[in-house]
T-cell receptor, first 112, second 115 residues
Framework: GENVEQHPSTLSVQEGDSAVIKCTYS??????FPWYKQELGKRPQLIID?????GEKKDQRIAVTLNKTAKHFSLHITETQPEDSAVYFC???????????FGTGTRLQVFP | EAGVAQSPRYKIIEKRQSVAFWCNPI?????LYWYQQILGQGPKLLIQ????????DSQLPKDRFSAERLKGVDSTLKIQPAKLEDSAVYLC?????????????FGQGTRLTVV
């Protein structure tokens, strides 16, 4: 079945540094890749997404890249700030079902 | 717009008891998901509805879990009987249109503790 692997499970960076989180997916039919941020005790919230017809997308300090051949996609956060500290989840979805499968999460800590 | 509403926020039950969770999706959203999120893990899809029909329930433990979405709006998820390993946050999410990969909006979740 569909599977999404996410690495690393934890990531600590100094404020101002960049952070990169990587995911791989198993189903080549996946065509939508959202990233969610979940703060402690709160609901997951979408921060950026990318569709399979695009290789890269950027929104201010956040960017996502997609390599369909390798079935990899990554989240890049530049100029990290303490408020970026949270758990980040990648996900993959197939267009014909909208079935949204999540990765295991990355706990990002940004130290001042 | 109003978000996805879930109730209750917290529930503590003894093993072998039954429990039900309720979800009211964003108005007009056709797709509704129930996820189980065990502490420290990613959300695991339990069941997905398109209006009032089931699209996917392959990960739903059907011997104890059941879900329905009457009239294609509100949904309930039931566990009967509960086991200790069911302790988790149960998240409901909805998205606007099926088969177009639109954003899924999550509710606050119901934190279930089975003792």
């Amino acid at each position: 079945g569909e599977n999404v692997e996410q690495h690393p499970s934890t990531l600590s960076v100094q404020e101002g540094d960049s952070a990169v989180i990587k995911c791989t997916y198993s189903d080549s039919a996946s065509n939508y890749f959202p990233w969610y941020k979940q703060e402690l005790g709160k609901r997951p919230q979408l921060i950026i997404d990318i569709r399979s017809n695009v290789g890269e997308k950027k929104d201010q300090r956040i960017a996502v890249t997609l390599n369909k051949t390798a079935k990899h996609f990554s989240l890049h956060i530049t100029e990290t700030q303490p408020e970026d500290s949270a758990v980040y989840f990648c996900a993959a979805s197939m267009g014909n079902t909208d079935k949204l499968i999540f990765g295991t999460g990355t706990r990002l800590q940004v130290f001042p | 717009e109003a978000g996805v509403a879930q109730s209750p926020r917290y529930k503590i039950i003894e093993k072998r008891q039954s429990v039900a969770f309720w979800c009211n999706p964003i108005s007009g959203h056709a797709t509704l998901y129930w996820y189980q999120q065990i502490l420290g893990q990613g959300p695991k899809l339990l069941i997905q509805f398109q209006n009032n029909g089931v699209v996917d329930d392959s990960q739903l433990p059907k011997d104890r879990f059941s879900a329905e979405r009457l009239k294609g709006v509100d949904s309930t998820l039931k566990i009967q009987p509960a086991k200790l390993e069911d302790s988790a946050v149960y998240l409901c999410a909805s998205s606007l249109v099926w088969q177009t990969n639109t954003e899924a909006f999550f509710g606050q979740g119901t934190r279930l503790t089975v003792v």
